[in-house]
Every structure is written in structure tokens, then in C-alpha cells.
């Protein structure tokens, strides 16, 4: 979610993300790459700590290797990954076992799936030390501050603005513009139900539509939108940008960043079309290792990580005093406000809103 890229260094870029999701699929993979257990070591406050630390994330987690080594090393942890599918199926997987966990620390679960992780009980509770500006994105109504945001940014409908302009076509500037004919075919988002962007899109037009968005979906449906599994499947094979055939995407306000050349982004967010997505990591209930679980959570707010969000993960830190890199000012531009649903109304109607969402998307 390095910062210019030229069409081939992004297509790169693109090629390696697939590589790396690919080779740390398997469940039980070292993140630094080695796959052997770091013995017990002096941590560098001189408290003994080692042994596996299992990080259950979603596909898209990417940081440096060199900052995950920097952690082994100072805390004689060895971080092993555990890739969980999408948002949506992240959340899910943790909620089924709540009682038996997958790891010992999860990133990834947003604020669209949040309080119902929470309600499964999911997360232990841990008061993490927050960075600057960091507290405006916790979680409303966790008290015990079991997750702990470490990310933020606006999901939001891109364009292919290259695309557009070669056809001598306007393109779309709000989401009703995207039930128009004149863009039939052309949009392509992932679905509600495995896909956090996915859920944030469906609670964009909630909170846009009311009680009216059923009857937008059933146009948007009938403007032949296409619905994939995750992010990933949306951007980088259907996207014109990435070759595919749909020139309107669902993705975020940092993306036009991404897609620079001479000076110019080629592609836009459509600013009028944003919801906030704030990604929390939270120690999992009955973890095999709570302190690893801890330090990792802490390590994600450190600078260092925090500075490499942008770059490794498109998304914003929620540390106010890290540096942005310079393109973000000119191409990753943010929305003056979003459309929202209050997060206690996400709670009460989450399972209701997506079984009526997946029974309108498989007529």
C-alpha cells in the first residue's frame, strides 16, 4: 500500500510482492530467512527473552527483512510468519480459533472487522505505549486497549487516468458516477466478505446511501461491476495500470503515489469516494509466547517500522512525527473528510449488511 517508480521499476515491484506472498505462504516461515529458532539471548535491556514469536498477519504485511533481523538480534526473537488469507478472511480465521490460536500476535484487522474480533475474544488486552498523534486511532469502545493501531489510510476508487485520457473519456468522480453506463464494465473492487478494502468500500456506500444502499449495489451490480477475492486480485491483475481491463479500481489515497513516471502519476483517487482504514496488531488470548507477542507489537510503533509503512505497505503511519517521503505530498493526497459508519453500528449490523451484500453479488 522508493518512490518513484518508473512503468518497469512498478511492474517489478508488482512481480516481487507475488514472489514474497508466494514463498512465505506456507504457514511457519521465518521472516528474516532462517528457518532455525534463535536461542535464548540477552535482550538489549538486559532481560532474557528467545524462542519463536508467530505473526499471523494478512497477505499484503511487507517490511524490510533488515528490520526484522534488527529485532531477532536485539530481543533474540525469531519472528515466524503465518499468512492468513485477506482481511476479511484474517479476521475469521482468528475468530474460529479464538481457542486455540494460530500465533502468538496478529496484524492486520482493521477497524471494518475490529469490534467483532474483539467480541469473539480474540485479543488480550495490552496497553501499548503509543507514539505521537497515535491515540486518534484507537479503536473506539476498546477499553481494554487490546488492539493497537499501527496504520492508517483512505480507501478509496482509483482511476486509470492515462487510460481515460487516451480515449478522450471524463473519467468518474463519485460513487454514483460509477452506476453510470457510460462505465459499464469498467470497475472492478474486491469483495466485502474476504477483503478489508472490500468491507471499507461496502461501508462507504452505507454511509453514503443509508438504508438506499442495497438498490446502489443492484445498479452498480447491473453496470456489470467485477467483485474478486482481495486487493491484490483487484489491483495487479485486473487494473488497466497492471495490465488488465478495467480502468476503475478499488484502492487507496496513497496509490497515485505509486504510479509516477516523468514527474507524473498516472493514475487518482477519487477523494469524494473515501473511508479511513486503521490496521491494528493485538497479542492473541492464549498465546504460547505473550512477551515475544508484546515485543513485537511494541516493535511495530517503533520509528524504523513506522517509517517503512509507506514504502513496504502503501498505507500511513500513525506515528505524527515520521518523515513522509517527498511524492506523497504531491500524489498521495487525502481526502478533507470520509464517509463513515460509526463503529458500534459496524458491530450491530456487520453480519447482517454482508449476508444481504452476498446474497445481491450472487444473483
Not at 54 to 67: A, E, G, I, R
Not at 78 to 93: F, N, R
Not at 294 to 314: C, F, G, H, K
Request: charged share 20%; with cysteine.
Amino acid at each position: 500500500m522508493a518512490f518513484h517508480f518508473s512503468r518497469p521499476a512498478r511492474a517489478r515491484l508488482a512481480a516481487g510482492a507475488v514472489l514474497s506472498a508466494l514463498a512465505l505462504s506456507a504457514a511457519g516461515c521465518s521472516l528474516s530467512g532462517d528457518d532455525e529458532p534463535t536461542p535464548d539471548a540477552a535482550a538489549s535491556d538486559g532481560s532474557t527473552s528467545g524462542g519463536d514469536v508467530v505473526l499471523v498477519t494478512h497477505d499484503s504485511f511487507s517490511l524490510p527483512k533488515k528490520l526484522i533481523r534488527a529485532f531477532e538480534s536485539e530481543t533474540g526473537y525469531t519472528v515466524v510468519h503465518t499468512p492468513a488469507g485477506d482481511g476479511g478472511e484474517l479476521t475469521s480465521k482468528l475468530e474460529l480459533t479464538a481457542d486455540h490460536p494460530l500465533g502468538d500476535v496478529a496484524f492486520g484487522v482493521d477497524n471494518t472487522f475490529a469490534a467483532s474480533a474483539l467480541d469473539a475474544g480474540v485479543f488480550a488486552p495490552y496497553d501499548a505505549a503509543l507514539p505521537a498523534g497515535a491515540d486518534q486511532y484507537r479503536l473506539p469502545g476498546d477499553e481494554e486497549h487490546a488492539l493497537t493501531p499501527v496504520d492508517t489510510g483512505e480507501v478509496c476508487v482509483n482511476v486509470d487516468t492515462a487510460w481515460f485520457a487516451e480515449r478522450d473519456l471524463a473519467p468518474p468522480a463519485d460513487l454514483d458516477d460509477l452506476t453510470d453506463p457510460a462505465y459499464e464494465g469498467l470497475f472492478v473492487t474486491p469483495a466485502a466478505t474476504t477483503s478489508t478494502p472490500g468491507m471499507a468500500f461496502l461501508l462507504a456506500t452505507i454511509g453514503q446511501y443509508g438504508e438506499g444502499w442495497t438498490d446502489y449495489w443492484s445498479d452498480l451490480l447491473a453496470n456489470d461491476a467485477a467483485i474478486v477475492k482481495g486487493w491484490e486480485d483487484a489491483y495487479y491483475v485486473d487494473f488497466t495500470y497492471s495490465g488488465g481491463d478495467r480502468p476503475i479500481v478499488l484502492s487507496y489515497d496513497t496509490s497515485p503515489a505509486f504510479t509516477v513516471e516523468g514527474g507524473k502519476t498516472s493514475t487518482a483517487a477519487l477523494l469524494d469516494t473515501c473511508f479511513r482504514q486503521v490496521e491494528y496488531a493485538g497479542v492473541l488470548e492464549g498465546a504460547a509466547n505473550p512477551d515475544g507477542a508484546r515485543a513485537l507489537v511494541d516493535w511495530l510503533l517503533s520509528p524504523e517500522v513506522q517509517a517503512a509503512l509507506p514504502t513496504s505497505m502503501y498505507v500511513f503511519p500513525v506515528d505524527a512525527d515520521v518523515a513522509l517521503p517527498k511524492q506523497w505530498a504531491a500524489f498521495a493526497q487525502q481526502p478533507t473528510s470520509t464517509l463513515e459508519v460509526a463503529p458500534d453500528e459496524i458491530a450491530e449490523n456487520r453480519r447482517d449488511w454482508l449476508s444481504t451484500w452476498t446474497e445481491l453479488t450472487s444473483r
